[in-house]
């Protein structure tokens, strides 16, 4: 069975530090995936999604940043992050694209 | 604009009953719509997926119904339970954002018994 894992769990980081957050997905090849984050109350929003290794579509303008260097890893980075990159951050994939999506258990991530 | 639009307040139903929550949308034509429960802290749970000429899809005590023309979702809970308490969100995949889904604010759902 399919399995996917996100680390850390939560994170507390001050403003301008830099972030990465990984996420890989067991029992399964070339899955599409998938960054989103979710404001308190809030729908997810779609950071970046990829299809394959090294494809990275960007949704969103901001200062983070994705990347997929083997078939089943995706990681969410920032250089300097901001307060306003404070939520909750979800790795997501799917077989076949707008069909449906197998979350990870996220990130809570308070910059500070 | 484009919106989707979930109940904000949370719905309180008593055990046994059936819930109803709604999700509607403007200006989308989309392709799938799927619902997903999402319980505080962990990430979203895939319930069910319908197709934009399906009218109803069931699966066990859920329900949803697709109306192209209202451009509505009804998500139904049957015999409803206590665990069922959740956050459920509707999202739409449309062919002009490249399939990629487009997510709803969620309706918080509280059954007590």
């Known amino acids: 069975s399919q399995t996917i894992h996100q680390w850390p769990a939560t994170l507390v980081q001050p403003v301008g530090s830099p972030l990465s957050l990984e996420c890989t997905v067991e029992g399964t090849s070339n899955p599409n995936l998938y960054w989103y984050r979710q404001a308190a109350g809030r729908g997810l929003q779609l950071l970046f999604y990829?299809?394959?290794?090294?494809?990275i579509s960007s949704e969103v303008p901001q200062n983070l940043s994705a990347s997929r260097p083997q078939d089943r890893q995706f990681i969410l980075s920032s250089k300097k992050l901001l307060l306003s990159d404070s939520g909750f951050y979800l790795c997501a994939w799917s077989v076949i694209v707008g069909q449906e999506q197998f979350f990870g258990p996220g990130t809570r991530l308070t910059v500070l | 604009s484009q919106k989707i639009e979930q109940n904000s307040e949370a719905l309180n139903i008593q055990e046994g009953k059936t819930a109803t929550l709604t999700c509607n949308y403007t200006?989308?034509?989309?392709?799938?719509l799927q619902w997903y429960r999402q319980d505080p802290g962990r990430g979203p749970v895939f319930l069910l997926l319908i197709r934009e000429n399906e009218k109803e899809k069931r699966k066990e005590r859920l329900k949803v119904t697709f109306d192209t023309t209202l451009k509505q979702s009804l998500f139904h809970i049957t015999a409803s339970q206590p665990a069922d308490s959740a956050t459920y969100l509707c999202a739409l995949s449309v062919m002009d954002s490249n399939y990629q889904l487009i997510w709803g604010a969620g309706t918080k759902l509280i059954i007590k018994p």
């Open positions: 990829s299809v394959g290794i090294g494809q």
């Open positions: 200006n989308y034509s989309p392709a799938y």
